[in-house]
């Protein structure tokens, strides 16, 4: 018997998925495959590690003077930055109006199938926005440190604010901070 033998013939690791609305000895009747082991999305070590995250990627940025400069600095390219904050305040929209109009009041399912074309316009969205933010920051910070800052904010708040927050909170959240950065930003 040779390693490729044994490798294909060892178990599969994952935990078997009950096929939708079968119960066996009193389990709960559910549709969905069981999620991965571990905690809960909102368990309270999980909200704790991504408050974490999102303080220590808030701090960074403040650290190395990142809105300052963008604020102020002459070096950055507010052309290259207004056309970065249109092309996210058009990423709120559609996600809002998706979430919010066809998935709320036309009820809706929010997934691929049903948005192909709005799901393929995000995409573009967003590389649009990140091309308009490195080339806005990279006169101050250069190319590869813009890269990480655009990373660290995405990572490190977008994301993991969209793990903490519900959908009407984070639509909520956008307006009110976009609102607030175009009324600093000159």
Do not use: C
């Amino acid at each position: 018997m040779n390693p490729l033998d044994l490798e294909q013939s060892a178990p599969l690791r994952r935990r078997p998925v009950r096929p939708p609305n079968t119960a066996t000895d009193g389990d709960n009747v559910s549709s969905f495959p069981m999620g991965p082991p571990g905690l809960p999305a909102h368990h309270p070590l999980n909200i704790l590690k991504r408050s974490a995250i999102i303080s220590g990627t808030l701090y960074a940025l403040y650290d190395i003077n990142v809105f300052h400069s963008i604020l102020h600095s002459p070096d950055v390219s507010h052309t290259w930055f207004k056309t970065g904050i249109a092309t996210s305040l058009a990423i709120i929209a559609i996600k809002a109006y998706i979430e919010l109009y066809e998935g709320k009041k036309r009820n809706k399912r929010v997934e691929y199938d049903n948005f192909k074309t709005a799901t393929h316009a995000i995409i573009l969205l967003i590389l649009a926005s990140w091309i308009s933010f490195h080339m806005a920051l990279s006169p101050v910070y250069g190319g590869f440190k813009s890269l990480l800052i655009m990373v660290g904010f995405g990572y490190g708040v977008l994301i993991q604010g969209a793990l903490v927050v519900p959908v009407w909170g984070q639509n909520l959240i956008a307006v009110v901070a976009m609102t607030f950065f175009l009324q600093q930003y000159k």
